[in-house]
């Protein structure tokens, strides 16, 4: 299989299978059904994650902030991996720390998408610019009024 191609499917069936442990776990995307659980866990790192800012020559999240982050939510991103994973969080708990810290990656890798859509259904819209194209200066709207359409109906001669 081609890295494009592998790539692609990644995309496309996120969910990975790993063993932990020696046990074959498979670390599933949350499903629509599990939304609500999984938001009302994750509410708080949400909002959290919303008030990190990068520096403006930062190409990414430093991992300091992001693990203090998780470290503060703990109980939660611990229920969240018992969702994700579908194992009892008692397993979970009781991982060496290594194996605990290749889960909890592999969960936040195979989940990005959830914490990225809703980062990102409340980020501002940028302000346009009149560089921008298709946006145009003038005060004039292009679409039609009320005033400019004529009704159907027949004319009479």
Known sequence: MSDTHANDMATL???REITIAGVAVTVREIRFAQT??????M???IEA?????LAPDAPELAIGPLEALVNAH???FRRFMALATGRP????DDLPDQ???ELALTVLAVNAGFFLRRLAAHRPAPAPTADAPGLSTSSQSSSPTA???TPPTSRAH
């Open 43 to 45: 509410a708080p790192v």
């Open 49 to 53: 994650l919303r008030s990190l800012e």
């Open 99 to 101: 194996a605990g810290q």
């Open 13 to 15: 069936l996120p969910d």
């Open 147 to 149: 005033s400019d359409q």
């Open 74 to 76: 703990w109980e939660a």
């Open 89 to 92: 969080q008692a397993w979970i």
């Open 36 to 41: 609500a659980e999984a938001m009302q866990l």
